[in-house]
């Protein structure tokens, strides 16, 4: 298990980009949130098996694609705050 933190930078807030993220989320066992950010950014906090959670970022960032600037990837220790990654509906919009 790994823990993904990116952040997206663009025109990202008012496109949808949280929804098609948790539309995305639906075809990968991931756990975890988008949120937006005051500064106009959205942060994403994704959960699972580390091939899981790579194919999910990557398939946000082609559908996204037009609307990122930049998106800034960190990794850590999975904290397991969001339930059993295999579980539906463990990856929400948070505001």
């Given at each position: ?12 807030q008012g ?52 609307n990122i600037?930049?998106?800034?990837r960190t ?21």
């Open positions: 298990m790994i823990r993904y933190t990116v952040h997206y930078i663009g025109r990202v496109v949808g980009f949280r929804y098609t993220c948790v539309n995305i989320a639906h075809r990968f066992h991931v756990a975890g949130y988008a949120q937006n950010l005051p500064d106009g950014s959205v942060k994403l906090v994704a959960e699972g098996e580390k091939s899981e959670v790579l194919t999910f970022i990557d398939t946000i960032t082609e559908r996204m694609s037009r600037d930049t998106e800034d990794t850590t220790e999975p904290t397991n705050e969001f339930g059993d990654p295999a579980s539906p509906d463990t990856f929400t919009i948070r505001y």
